[in-house]
């Protein structure tokens, strides 16, 4: 219950603080849950059902590295893509809408 608010204030309050775009609000449902669930199986994974000392730690570091891979890998594949063929359309076609500029559709 706790993770499920957590992912909503993500999604919505630190989205809009921070500014960054992500319509689907895949960063706050899939990454900010996916390490709130990576963290707590550390907490609840005590010695009695198979866990072991110190797997909060061991957790926070698979978050980390993570994170950190992910990140670097995925700014690495962007500015490929940047330099190839570009990852920003330009304004116009921001406003007039991607359906329209890009496939030729519109919704009526």
Same mark, same amino acid.
């Given at each position: 219950?706790?993770?499920?608010?957590?992912? =909503?204030?993500?999604?919505?309050?630190?989205?809009?603080? =921070?500014?960054?775009?992500?319509?689907?609000?895949? =960063?706050?449902?899939?990454?900010?849950?996916?390490?709130?669930?990576?963290?707590?199986?550390?907490?609840?994974?005590?010695?009695?059902?198979?866990?072991?000392?110190?797997?909060?730690?061991? %957790?926070?570091?698979?978050?980390l590295?993570?994170?950190?891979?992910?990140?670097?890998v995925? =700014?690495?594949?962007?500015?490929?893509?940047?330099?190839?063929?570009?990852?920003?359309?330009?304004? !116009? %076609?921001?406003? !007039?809408?991607?359906?329209?500029?890009?496939?030729?559709?519109?919704? !009526?």
């Amino acid at each position: 219950m706790v993770a499920g608010v957590v992912c =909503f204030w993500s999604a919505t309050w630190l989205k809009h603080k =921070f500014g960054y775009d992500d319509s689907l609000d895949a =960063f706050g449902v899939h990454c900010i849950g996916g390490i709130i669930g990576a963290l707590l199986t550390g907490v609840f994974a005590v010695k009695d059902i198979g866990g072991a000392d110190g797997s909060v730690i061991l %957790q926070a570091k698979g978050v980390l590295t993570t994170l950190i891979y992910s990140g670097v890998v995925s =700014f690495v594949l962007l500015k490929i893509i940047d330099l190839v063929m570009g990852i920003r359309v330009t304004e !116009e %076609q921001e406003r !007039e809408g991607l359906d329209v500029s890009l496939h030729g559709e519109k919704v !009526e």
